[in-house]
Structures are given as C-alpha cells and as structure tokens.
C-alpha cells in the first residue's frame, strides 16, 4: 500500500501501464496503489473497439457495468468532437472525422477513465 508523500518505486509499460509493485489507480478524488502480484491487471472498466476504427461508421463500448457514463472524444487539439451520456454497452455513431488520433474520456459518477482512439481514414 503507497502512502502520500512516501518514496516508492513503479515499473512502467510500453503504454504507460504500471506492471510491477501491484497497480496505481486514480479515481476522482482518491489514488490507490494496490498489492496485486506482478504482471496481473485488473479488468478493463470499459473497452473502447475498433481500434484503429474508420469515421462514418461505429465505435463500441463495451461494459459490464449498467451505470450512466458520459462519453466524449476530442481531437488532437483538444477540441471536443462528439458528447453523450450512455448507460450498459453502446454503440456510437461517429461524424465524418479526419484521419487521425483521438483522445476520449468515460466519466461515472465516481472515477474517470481516458484513452486513445485512431481513425485510420475518413
């Protein structure tokens, strides 16, 4: 368990995930270091696919929870590109975008999840 404002140690990913000394998870107001073992993750809140996808057609969003979430996904200039609050497994119909990478955020009343989306053509 990680203290505030204790020194410690984290091993970094590829991705930028964190693989060694249990995994560090950032919620709204609070910051959770667990103790699971190595190179064992906790489940994907929700699962944002295709990735790469194409504009015009449909990005999904796949979750176990039935909790309302908001949706958004920006371009990669920050400006906000498509909003909506969803509940259970989606499907969004994306505008005519350019090609390119997209960030996104999934917020629920109690944490925030972020990620990254390629259009790969429009």
Do not use: C
Request: charged share 15%; net charge neutral; hydrophobic share 40%.
């Amino acid at each position: 368990m990680a203290t505030a404002g204790t020194p410690g140690r984290a091993a970094f990913g590829a991705e930028g995930e964190i693989y060694r000394f249990g995994q560090f998870i950032v919620a709204r107001d609070t910051a959770v270091f667990t103790s699971i073992p190595s190179l064992e993750y906790l489940p994907a809140a929700f699962i944002v696919y295709p990735n790469p996808g194409t504009a015009g057609g449909n990005l999904f969003i796949r979750t176990e929870s039935e909790e309302a979430y908001v949706f958004t996904l920006y371009d990669s200039h920050g400006k906000q590109v498509w909003k909506g609050s969803l509940r259970g497994s989606s499907a969004v119909a994306l505008p005519g975008l350019a090609a390119g990478v997209y960030g996104y955020s999934i917020e629920t009343p109690t944490r925030m999840y972020r990620g990254k989306w390629v259009n790969e053509r429009h």
